[in-house]
């Protein structure tokens, strides 16, 4: 195929759903194709959330589709299109372009999922899975390490000073981490083993558990944690079938 030749979108979306399996997972939000736009595509545009940011810039493209981990329709949302819910549906709509979004199946792919290319880039590679659903990973560094060595490696790799809770002078070896929204596992990768988990923010009885555990908690950023798997599908639909698609970044700091 070449970038001529566009790729049918129900095409796309039973590629995507074969590579990420979405029944395998309970999750809060529809997995697959949530609003339906042209028939056709040749250009796709992926984010990390469908933003009006991310929506526009889509247009601006001349995307067909766009695809994001997070997506629209979550559990316990408003049923109802108004306001800014109305604008972004609308923006779809009057240039036909469609959504695709994957959740929790994007965090787990071993390979293109945002755990998988979180750990690519701290150099830790997944020796055990742990939590609800199996979605977090577990690693074992070779050596014990400061917690800061680490805490400047994910600085620079995230472009972005994380946030640590509990002893900040310790080393660790045993490492677990699971993107975005995922403190509330913490107590599982504390009975998994860890001495340091990674995800994305820290609630408020992370410091407590961090402190009465020993167990370091990091909080590196939801949105910089899971910038990987959108943008390892972008590559992946490039490579697999030609096709125009790139990731665009719209800033987050949280």
């Given at each position: 195929m070449t970038a001529?030749?566009?790729?049918?979108?129900?095409?796309?979306?039973a590629h995507?759903?074969?590579l990420l399996q979405p029944l395998r997972f309970?999750?809060?939000a529809p997995?697959?194709?949530q609003v339906e736009g042209r028939a056709q595509v040749r250009r796709v545009i992926t984010g990390v959330t469908?933003?009006?940011a991310l929506l526009d810039a889509a247009v601006a493209h001349g995307a067909d589709a766009v695809l994001v981990h997070h997506g629209y329709f979550w559990r316990n949302e408003p049923p109802v299109l108004t306001g800014w819910r109305r604008r972004r549906i609308a923006t779809l709509l009057a240039h036909d372009i469609s959504l695709l979004a994957y959740h929790l199946p994007l965090d787990a792919h071993p390979d293109v999922g945002n755990n998988a290319g979180l750990g690519r880039v701290l150099g830790l590679s997944a020796?055990?899975?742990f939590g609800d659903q199996s979605i977090g990973c577990l690693a074992s560094l070779p050596a014990?390490?400061?917690v800061g060595q680490i805490a400047a490696t994910v600085a620079a790799a995230l472009g972005r000073t994380p946030q640590l809770l509990g002893d900040l002078d310790r080393s660790v070896q045993r490492v677990a981490w699971c993107t975005g929204g995922a403190q509330s596992m913490f107590a599982d990768a504390i009975a998994a083993g860890a001495d340091l988990y990674i995800t994305g923010e820290a609630s408020e009885p992370c410091t407590h558990l961090a402190r009465e555990s020993g167990v370091v908690f990091m909080a590196a950023g939801h949105h910089a944690t899971e910038r990987f798997g959108v943008q390892s599908l972008a590559a992946h639909l490039a490579?697999?079938?030609n096709i125009d698609a790139c990731f665009v970044d719209v800033d987050n700091p949280i």
């Amino acid at each position: 195929m070449t970038a001529s030749e566009p790729l049918s979108r129900d095409s796309l979306v039973a590629h995507l759903d074969q590579l990420l399996q979405p029944l395998r997972f309970r999750d809060y939000a529809p997995n697959g194709l949530q609003v339906e736009g042209r028939a056709q595509v040749r250009r796709v545009i992926t984010g990390v959330t469908a933003s009006q940011a991310l929506l526009d810039a889509a247009v601006a493209h001349g995307a067909d589709a766009v695809l994001v981990h997070h997506g629209y329709f979550w559990r316990n949302e408003p049923p109802v299109l108004t306001g800014w819910r109305r604008r972004r549906i609308a923006t779809l709509l009057a240039h036909d372009i469609s959504l695709l979004a994957y959740h929790l199946p994007l965090d787990a792919h071993p390979d293109v999922g945002n755990n998988a290319g979180l750990g690519r880039v701290l150099g830790l590679s997944a020796e055990a899975s742990f939590g609800d659903q199996s979605i977090g990973c577990l690693a074992s560094l070779p050596a014990p390490t400061p917690v800061g060595q680490i805490a400047a490696t994910v600085a620079a790799a995230l472009g972005r000073t994380p946030q640590l809770l509990g002893d900040l002078d310790r080393s660790v070896q045993r490492v677990a981490w699971c993107t975005g929204g995922a403190q509330s596992m913490f107590a599982d990768a504390i009975a998994a083993g860890a001495d340091l988990y990674i995800t994305g923010e820290a609630s408020e009885p992370c410091t407590h558990l961090a402190r009465e555990s020993g167990v370091v908690f990091m909080a590196a950023g939801h949105h910089a944690t899971e910038r990987f798997g959108v943008q390892s599908l972008a590559a992946h639909l490039a490579s697999t079938f030609n096709i125009d698609a790139c990731f665009v970044d719209v800033d987050n700091p949280i």
